[in-house]
């Protein structure tokens, strides 16, 4: 069994617990507007994958609690950190303290986990115009970089409001994944025996994407994170009717789509656009392949 920290933190407000809450327990972005304000450390286990866990530490943002993560508490937040994640609100009227706790961070991060990936997530975009959103992304982006150095940021922008949350996540648990290129093999054979336009392989609860195989191209970039978004709100209604997901089938005129469990973890979408190829094979091709991805 493998444990991974995962640091979550930024200043108070910023949404960091209303990420967490939607992308590993089920709320509805409507629902964080219900959050009180995060005490010193929230730690939760998340059982991603047979033998991934993730340890979540939620850490307060109010400055009383930022002051002792870094005075205090330094060596037990900042050690063995796999992950970083630093959350900035857009909305922030008190950018140059917000950049001055981040780089705070950054120098326990360096003293105590320095080999943890760091990731910036510039929050609460849909606040802001959407002809602004790349230009502000882009100079937030830049600022960032810059002061991160020696260290290396990835930045994403996000919102609880649309799929650019699980953009996000999925890139960020993509990097906690074991034997991520095995997997991608896997996937890759697959696609060529099924002969499959695309296979996307989801962590179950979360519905993040975290592997994929694209045999023919597509042109929207953004599909597998829609995909994420959509799938866990029909989730969502369905546990609302006291009914469990279980599997998709949606088809049309030029392709076949299928959602099915592939492991006890994950569920696998798999794309067809060959007409000859029924729905029955296809799904007996899934369920024959489910024991190579366990
Ligand atoms: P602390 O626990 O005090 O550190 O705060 P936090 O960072 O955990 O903030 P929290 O998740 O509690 O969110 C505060 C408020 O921001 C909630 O009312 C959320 O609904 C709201 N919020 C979170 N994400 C977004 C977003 O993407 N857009 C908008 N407009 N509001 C958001």
């Known amino acids: 069994m493998m444990r991974k920290k995962v640091l979550l933190m930024g200043k108070s407000g910023g949404g960091k617990t209303s990420m967490r809450s939607i992308i590993f327990a089920n709320y509805s972005a409507k629902d964080t507007r219900r959050l009180g304000a995060t005490m010193d450390v929230e730690q939760s286990y998340v059982r991603f994958l047979g033998n991934l866990i993730l340890n979540l530490w939620d850490c307060g943002g109010q400055e009383a609690f930022m002051e002792s993560y870094f005075a205090t508490q330094k060596d037990n937040i900042f050690k063995n950190v796999e992950v970083l994640i630093y959350v900035f609100d857009i909305q922030s009227q008190e950018v140059d303290k917000d950049l001055h706790y981040y780089q705070s961070c ?23 115009s959407e002809e602004m959103r790349t230009t502000i992304f882009t100079e937030r982006e830049n600022i960032l970089q810059d002061l991160s150095k020696p260290l290396q940021c990835s930045c994403f922008r996000t919102s609880i409001y649309d799929e650019t949350l699980y953009r996000a996540w999925s890139q960020i648990v993509y990097q906690l994944v074991p034997n991520v290129k095995g ?8 696609a060529e025996i099924i002969d499959a336009d695309e296979i996307l392989l989801f962590e179950k609860a979360t519905f993040l994407v975290i592997s994929h195989c694209t045999r023919k191209e597509h042109r ?40 099915e469990l592939c492991t006890p973890n994950t569920y696998v979408m ?6 000859t190829i029924s729905s029955e094979v296809t799904l007996m091709n899934i369920r024959s392949a489910r024991k190579v991805f366990e």
């Open 183 to 190: 997997l991608e093999k896997t996937l890759e054979n697959f």
């Open 270 to 275: 798999v794309v067809i656009s060959d007409p």
């Open 106 to 128: 950054l120098e326990s991060i360096l003293q105590h986990s320095c080999n943890a990936k760091i990731f910036c997530l510039i929050h609460k975009m849909d606040l802001i």
């Open 220 to 259: 929207d970039s953004h599909r597998f994170e829609k995909i994420s978004d959509i799938i866990k709100q029909f989730k969502l209604s369905c546990s609302k009717l006291a009914a469990a997901f279980q599997s998709m089938e949606v088809r049309n005129s030029t392709f076949a789509c299928f959602i």
